[in-house]
């Protein structure tokens, strides 16, 4: 509290002057001759974006993945802005993202035979694939759910009994005039069985999901606990980039894992792209 008191104490003298350097900007007929910077998104995305980016490529030093901000702009005000700009024995990136620039600049894809073998001998049979979709209203619909809460109202999940064997599929879409929870709970406790490996992508959201559900619906707490030591995050192989190709451009995000994979079942294809629209849909 005493902190604050000193910070606000040395800002509120220089509060007019700013005042009046904001009207100036506003009302001066030029534009401010001001580059890009970590101040375009910070405190928040600033709207002028479109604008004032525009000589910044869709694929840039700003998309290496967990590349620190100020790194980014390091590169840019030194003048590189595409991947094959920048001199790899100068500049300070850790080994992944040495792979990213280099899969870019060279066209190649990174596989680690030995990361990956590892990772699905350690899956066990049956390997159920699971996804949710969540609501997120701003006024609660149900009791014992708070404003913007991600309510699960729908899942999707395959079945594979043995290597090779036939896929299952399962389903559950909520009846949006009732809280969708109650029977997405017992329907999947059912369909999950009771052994076996659920593979998600990205498993805290999952993970998180299901806790919610156990803070709310506690006489399901054992069973959900069940599903929960059962998840595996297929997310990982492509997090570690044990396997990586040009075109994910530096994400692990499923929306650029998948098309470079299988670019037959690209998001473009889908009606629903993605979980935003099947929620609205909902
Ligand atoms: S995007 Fe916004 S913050 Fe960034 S330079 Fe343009 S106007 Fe300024």
Redesign the pocket.
Known sequence: MNNLKIKQKTFLPRIPNEVRRLKNVIESPETPQ????P??SDPYD????G???KHIPQYSVFNISRLNKDKKFDLYNQGVVTLDQIDLGQTDLNPNQVLQVQSEVNGTTHIDIEEIRNFTNGLNYPLYFLDFETIGPAVPKYDGSRPYQQLVFQYSLHIQKISNSEIIHREYLADPSQDPRPNFIEQLIQDCGTSGDIIVYNIGFERGKLNDLIEVFPEYSKELRGIINRLKDLMIPFQQKWYYTPEMRGSYSIKYVLPALVPELSYDGLPIKEGATASNTF
């Open positions: 001001i580059d890009i910077g101040h375009c600033c709207d002028f974006k604008t004032c980016w």
